[in-house]
């Protein structure tokens, strides 16, 4: 092995750690590998940034302009209220949300067709008193299957497709993924609308202050005079009142010593975790206030949660330095946490990606606060940009679909989406490309130069020939299987996008060992990468999902796993029937 190709080897390694620990934003481990890969001469000074001037991703910068515009656009509100008022049972709420998430996604990005639909989810969640755990991860699981169906569904199948037209000098149709992906999709869909319910059962058959669909909360509350609290014991809370103290502070310092010894004076300041039930029961019987309207509620005040995420601003602030909050007089009521790290006072703890804020205020002023902080809202919010009622938005993104499909390069046909919506005043570019999400941009582009190095150095033959030893990849479905798996196992730790680029040029170099064409190859790996299920973390919808549903880590292992073991089998096979 060459230094060229264990040096890059390391460098991967040490990038997809890096990707699955979360430890530093996905754009800084992106530019600081893009830079060493150049400092070990992976690649010429001239390549470094080719990666932003690619097919991939101008179309991907172009796609996220347009669902801009379709999101202000409330599609789905009418129907969600009609709905709603039909009474559906909730099978059918879930396998229509569902449903509805994955056609999103086959015409857009997965995060945004996760948005989109979402809002519609809960609302009829909240009506007709489904559990929002039963909604929230098929919800994201069906964006991420319906992504599997066109060529614009991911970046995956974007790249893909431009690597078999530098390949072969022709890439995939729009709909050439359909051929797997629709079928996997829908299977995909119905198995987990099913599993769904049994695995988080009505909230109703336990007690609200315990149920599992409830979200735990991290909280600062004081202790008014005659609260019931006073002259209990830290050790106490928990078995008393369902919460879970994290310090006690009297003055402005803590009470420090062994819980069974910490006694809850008239006062002091309580920071506790728990379920959000839990708390609102303790503020009805005055056992815990907050005080944080100390001048009174304004007449327009309302409280909305709100979950960061992956592009939001918030992302490693702490709470006390959220200036986007503080001076609109917006307050922090509560943080539920993904990973909770309690340090210091509330002020004090730090947001990541998925964590969900309750915010309290002017309503006017939480909806430009939520919008300059690119944090979603859970809660309807009064939007700071108007509506758009039009229809035309629609009609042409359907013809830059149409003209994808029939063979127009697609970072051509948006591009004429975009100038159009742009002359028609329905999308400001100047403010659309500052409300971009940067860090998957620049993630993907500078992973571009990267993973073409993995062919031009070499590694992705010797990557080939050691797995030859282990598998006959010279039989076509042997290599396509170990392809989709690899893609699978990776794909729950890292982005999707970062491994179509990693594991492309070694498909193609199966491929070319093996005389096969490289289609099924390519398509295996668009397929894999997106069959995320298992983990939180691998996909931003997951980690998402996490926050607003209140699911734990094992929660996704529990309902993913039959999931991608289903979605594998019938994948290989329809490979084989369709690409073979």
Not at 552 to 561: C, E, K, P, Y
Request: hydrophobic share 55%.
């Amino acid at each position: 092995m060459s230094f060229e190709q264990a040096s890059l080897l390391i460098l991967l390694l040490a990038m997809l750690v890096l990707f699955s620990f979360e430890r530093i934003r996905i754009e800084v481990v992106a530019i600081a590998g893009l830079l060493a890969g150049y400092a070990l001469g992976l690649y010429p000074a001239d390549q470094i940034f080719a990666g932003f001037a690619t097919p991939v991703v101008i179309t991907v910068i172009e796609i996220l302009l347009i669902v801009q515009v379709l999101a202000r656009a409330k599609l789905f509100d009418d129907f969600a209220a009609r709905w709603a008022a039909a009474r559906p049972s909730p099978f059918k709420v879930i396998s229509g949300t569902s449903s509805l998430a994955g056609f999103v996604s086959i015409f857009m990005n997965n995060i945004g067709a996760f948005a989109i639909t979402l809002p519609v989810a809960l609302r009829l969640g909240v009506v007709l008193s489904i559990p929002r755990r039963q909604l929230v991860m098929p919800v994201s699981f069906a964006a991420l299957l319906g992504g599997l169906v066109s060529l614009i569904g991911t970046p995956a199948n974007l790249l893909v497709s431009d690597a078999l037209a530098k390949a072969t000098g022709a890439g995939f149709r729009f709909f050439d993924f359909a051929y797997v992906g629709l079928p996997v999709a829908i299977a995909g869909i119905l198995l987990i609308t099913f599993r769904v319910r049994r695995l988080f059962p009505e909230p109703d058959a336990v007690p609200a202050t315990i149920s599992p669909g409830t979200r735990r909360i991290i909280v600062e509350r004081r202790v008014p005079e005659a609260s019931p609290l006073i002259g209990t014991r830290l050790s106490e809370c928990s078995t008393r009142y369902a919460i879970k103290p994290h310090a006690l502070i009297r003055g402005d310092n803590f009470v420090f010593g062994p819980l069974d010894q910490s006694v809850i004076n008239a006062g002091d300041v309580l920071l506790a975790e728990g379920a959000d039930g839990v708390f609102a029961e303790l503020a009805a019987a005055q056992a815990l206030i907050a005080d944080i309207h100390p001048d009174g509620l304004p007449p327009d005040f309302t409280r909305v949660e709100t979950v960061v995420m992956p592009e939001s601003t918030l992302v490693g602030s702490r709470i006390r330095s959220l200036e986007v909050f503080h001076h609109r007089g917006i307050a922090v009521a509560a943080l539920s946490m993904r990973t909770p790290r309690i340090e210091g006072r509330f002020l004090d703890l730090q947001l990541s990606i998925g964590d969900i804020l309750t915010l309290e205020g002017p309503r006017m002023a939480i909806a430009e606060a939520l919008e300059e902080s690119e944090c979603l809202p859970l809660a309807p919010t009064t939007a700071a940009e108007p509506a758009l009622l039009s229809w035309r938005p629609f009609a042409l993104f359907a013809c830059g679909v149409a003209a994808s499909a029939i063979g127009l390069h697609p970072e051509v046909a948006f591009a004429g989406v975009v100038l159009s919506l742009a002359l028609l005043n329905h999308l400001n570019i100047r403010q659309a490309m500052a409300d971009l999400n940067w860090p998957i941009i620049i993630m993907l582009a500078a992973m571009i130069p990267i993973g073409q190095a993995v062919a031009s150095t070499g590694t992705a033959e010797a990557i080939t020939g050691w797995l030859s030893l282990v598998v006959p990849i010279s039989h076509p479905l042997s290599g396509i299987a170990l392809i989709l798996f690899l893609a699978m196992a990776l794909t729950p730790f890292v982005n999707n996008a970062t491994v179509a680029i990693v594991l492309t040029p070694i498909a193609l170099e199966f491929a070319r060992t093996g005389r096969h064409a490289p289609d099924a190859y390519l398509i295996a790996v668009a397929v894999g990468a997106s069959l995320d299920f298992l983990t939180p973390f691998g996909h931003h919808n997951n980690t998402l999902a996490m926050g607003i549903g209140g699911y734990r880590f094992s929660d996704f292992l529990r309902a993913g796993w039959p999931l991608a073991v289903a979605s594998y089998g019938l994948a290989l096979l329809l490979l084989a029937l369709f690409w073979l």
